[in-house]
């Protein structure tokens, strides 16, 4: 948590208990509890995202604690509700695994990969995180639970084969 720090926002919704959550400039939210205590930088996350798709959501910290619980969207100011939509189809889109550039040898392993929306860094947990398909493509689960694609692990470069299979 940091000081309550005046900086410029693009998109500002209350909740009816008073936490506030802040977009900034850079595209990422800030978390902003009723007593003034901001969390920067924080994630937003279904709890059951297929089978309840409406709520409940979580608030997440970057270190991962649970900032706020919202029971279902609906319950939620009109302005809250679009922005943690907006926040949730982005987070839910499923980013295409293009290459692996580097898997660190930290636990958990530091994944740095090409994806068909830019570069990027997530953590995985274990082999179990990793699914592969009938189809020859696979699943990556971050620690987050964002869940990434490979169509199809053959066509990977080989230095991607060989980092992939390093976490097997």
């Given at each position: 948590m940091t000081p309550d720090v005046p900086q410029e926002s693009m998109a500002v919704a209350t909740s009816l208990s008073g936490w506030r959550l802040e977009r900034r400039a850079h595209g990422r939210l800030?978390?902003?509890a009723a007593d003034g205590g901001r969390h920067e930088n924080v994630d937003v996350l279904r709890a059951f995202p297929v089978s309840a798709a409406s709520g409940?959501?979580?608030?997440v910290a970057a270190g991962g604690a649970e900032l706020a619980w919202i029971d279902a969207l609906g319950n939620e100011t009109a302005d809250l509700r679009r922005l943690l939509e907006r926040?949730?189809?982005q987070r839910e889109f499923l980013p295409?695994?293009?290459g692996i550039d580097a898997v660190s040898d930290?636990?958990?392993p530091e994944w740095t990969v090409r994806t068909d929306r830019g570069p990027h860094r997530f953590k995985v947990d274990s082999a179990d995180d990793i699914s592969f398909q009938a189809d020859g493509g696979a699943f990556v689960i971050d620690t987050y639970g964002v869940r990434y694609r490979i169509h199809?692990?053959?066509a990977l470069d080989g230095r991607s084969?060989?980092?992939?299979e390093k976490m097997l």
């Open positions: 800030d978390f902003v409940p959501v979580a608030i926040e949730l189809d295409l695994i293009e930290s636990e958990p199809n692990v053959d084969r060989r980092l992939l």
